[in-house]
């Protein structure tokens, strides 16, 4: 749907838009900080280890990417986005 304001359903877009936007704020915690921190809430809210990843790299590659002292490559961000269903840009 456009943005027609004066199609029939748009003032019914704009509630439902409205609905979403408040129930998202009182129930979807936004994740802040770094992009590992970001890892790190993700791994805590789905009772993940660092050996629960293997795909992302070795344990090691994982520490310091945890501990910021390495940053995320293109191909651990596609990874990461779409294991736990978020945007990419929450990695970057």
């Known amino acids: 749907m456009d943005e027609n304001e004066s199609h029939p359903l748009a003032?019914?877009?704009e509630t439902l838009g409205s609905l979403i936007e408040s129930y998202e704020v009182q129930n979807i915690p936004e994740i802040e900080g770094s992009p590992s921190d970001t890892?790190?809430?993700?791994?805590?809210?789905?009772?993940?280890?660092?050996?629960?990843l293997p795909e992302i790299g070795s344990q090691g590659?994982?520490?310091?990417?945890?501990?910021?002292?390495?940053?995320?490559?293109?191909?651990?961000?596609?990874?990461?986005?779409?294991?736990?269903?978020?945007?990419?840009?929450?990695?970057?």
């Open 11 to 13: 003032s019914l877009m």
């Open 61 to 92: 590659v994982i520490s310091e990417i945890l501990s910021g002292k390495r940053q995320f490559n293109v191909r651990q961000i596609k990874l990461l986005s779409k294991r736990f269903n978020v945007s990419p840009a929450v990695f970057m």
């Open 39 to 52: 890892l790190k809430a993700l791994m805590q809210e789905h009772d993940l280890k660092q050996s629960d």
